[in-house]
């Protein structure tokens, strides 16, 4: 048996090797990285914890509605933030 199968098979059995990357439907993300969601999911994924596939996921930001200001809605065909809802107002109504 040669010194690196020997190596190689002790390792496997006593060190868990450290997966770099998440995977999120499909898409790899490097661990302490951040990637937009698929189109339609709007949300920012990053990958917290590569060994366990663990994420966390940044949504889009509450507003009160105003209603001087048109509101425009999610729109799932743009990446996050950009799929975000959000107002426009007049300039004399901020």
């Known amino acids: 048996m040669e ?3 020997l190596f190689s098979r002790f390792s496997d ?16 993300i490097k661990e302490e990285e951040s990637v937009p969601a698929p189109l339609g999911q709007c949300m920012m994924v990053t990958c917290f914890n590569a060994a366990e596939n663990h994420f966390s ?8 509605d ?14 996050y933030p950009d799929c975000c809802p959000r107002q426009i107002c007049d300039s004399e109504n901020n």
Not at 57 to 64: A, D, E, G, L, S
């Open 3 to 5: 010194l690196l199968d």
């Open 13 to 28: 059995k006593y060190f868990k090797v450290k997966d770099e990357y998440c995977t999120y439907e499909g898409i790899k």
């Open 57 to 64: 996921f940044r949504i889009c930001k509450n507003f009160v």
């Open 66 to 79: 105003n209603p001087d200001c048109k509101k425009i809605d999610f729109d799932t065909s743009k990446l």
